[in-house]
């Protein structure tokens, strides 16, 4: 059974940084790529940023590219978020996704002084 | 990037109607789609891939179809648990974008 497990989360500042762990069991992670998506208290599904099972190909959503940094330790079966100068807008439920078929359940990250 | 359009924002229905979503892309995307359900507090659940494919578990009441630009989510015979939000989104190419999002109520 596919599972995703993300954790992290947390209430900083804003301009401060915080790292997002994603674990992932059940399928071959190197295999697939993995994603990072975003929803906004009573928003909709923003995508964040994805990663190439090699860890070798990266991309990111304008509003958070120079900011985050997505990152993978196939050894781990780990996905990363390392995100910094984070701003209000940041706020969100973090979801960890096997994209198109697998979700994890979230952190929340919340950005306030 | 291209750009995802969901319509309606909303939608109210009654138990044992049958009802269709609309998702238009703002570029062909051939058939590079997902549906997702998604209930309050909850994560989301996809329902259908390659516009039309549906994921292992969910029931058959749940249809897609649709190729390019224009997509459709059929959902027959409603029942409690459909309600929900439906987001559709394109994977044919980085930023994968979503829907703004469809609500299922109650009518």
């Known amino acids: 059974e596919v599972q995703l497990l993300e954790s992290g989360g947390g209430l900083v500042q804003p301009g401060g940084s915080l790292r997002l762990s994603c674990a992932a069991s059940g399928f071959t992670f190197s295999n697939y790529a993995m994603s990072w998506v975003r929803q906004a208290p009573g928003k909709g599904l923003e995508w964040v940023s994805a990663?190439?099972?090699?860890?070798?190909?990266?991309y990111y959503a304008d509003s958070v590219k120079g900011r985050f940094t997505i990152s993978r330790d196939n050894s781990k079966n780990t996905l990363y978020l390392q995100m910094s100068s984070l701003r209000a807008e940041d706020t969100a439920l973090y979801f960890c996704?096997?994209?198109?078929?697998?979700w994890g359940q979230g952190t929340l990250v919340t950005v306030s002084s | 990037d291209i750009q995802m359009t969901q319509s309606p924002s909303s939608l109210s229905a009654s138990l044992g109607d049958r009802v269709t979503i609309t998702c238009r892309a703002s570029q062909g995307i051939s058939n590079y789609l997902a549906w997702f359900q998604q209930k309050p507090g909850k994560a989301p659940k996809s329902l259908i891939y390659a516009a039309s494919s549906l994921q292992s578990g969910v029931p058959s009441k749940f249809s897609g179809s649709g190729s390019g630009t224009d997509f459709t989510l059929t959902i027959s015979s409603l029942q409690p648990e459909d309600f929900a939000t439906y987001y559709c989104q394109q994977y044919n190419s980085y930023p994968y974008t979503f829907g703004q999002g469809t609500k299922l109520e109650i009518k």
């Open positions: 996704a096997r994209l198109v078929g697998y």
């Open positions: 990663l190439s099972g090699s860890g070798g190909n990266t």
